[in-house]
C-alpha cells in the first residue's frame, strides 16, 4: 500500500523540478533579448539625430529655401525653413528612423545669416 503513495510523489517532485529548470531558463533569456533592444533604439536614435544633423547641412550647403522632405540613408529629413529676422534664417531639421512600434525621431535647429 504504501507504494502507490511514492508513485504519486515522484511525479510531483519531477514536475515540480522541471518548473523550476522553466523558471530558470526564462530568467536567463529574457536580459540578451532586453539588451538587444535597447541597442537597437539607441542605434535608431544615433540614426535619427545624424540624419537631423544632415538635413541642416544639406540646407545650409544647397540653399534649400523652403519646408521639404527628403529620403537619406535608412530614413526621413524634414527641413523646416523661416525667417527670424532680417537676414536671418531658422533651419529646423527633424530625423525619422522607422521602427518596429513607432519610428524614432531626433531634432536639430541651427540660426543661419543670408540674404
Do not use: C, H
Request: positive net charge.
Amino acid at each position: 500500500m504504501r507504494r502507490r503513495n511514492e508513485r504519486g510523489s515522484t511525479l510531483v517532485f519531477t514536475l515540480s523540478i522541471l518548473g523550476l529548470l522553466a523558471a530558470l531558463a526564462a530568467v536567463l533569456v529574457a536580459p540578451p533579448q532586453m539588451a538587444a533592444r535597447r541597442v537597437d533604439l539607441y542605434y535608431r536614435k544615433l540614426q535619427a539625430r545624424e540624419l537631423s544633423v544632415a538635413g541642416v547641412e544639406l540646407a545650409r550647403t544647397w540653399g534649400v529655401a523652403t519646408n521639404a522632405e527628403v529620403a537619406l540613408g535608412n530614413g526621413t529629413v524634414v527641413i523646416g525653413v523661416r525667417k527670424v529676422a532680417a537676414g536671418q534664417w531658422r533651419l529646423e531639421s527633424t530625423g525619422r528612423v522607422a521602427g518596429p512600434k513607432v519610428p524614432v525621431e531626433q531634432q536639430t535647429e541651427m540660426t543661419v545669416t543670408g540674404p
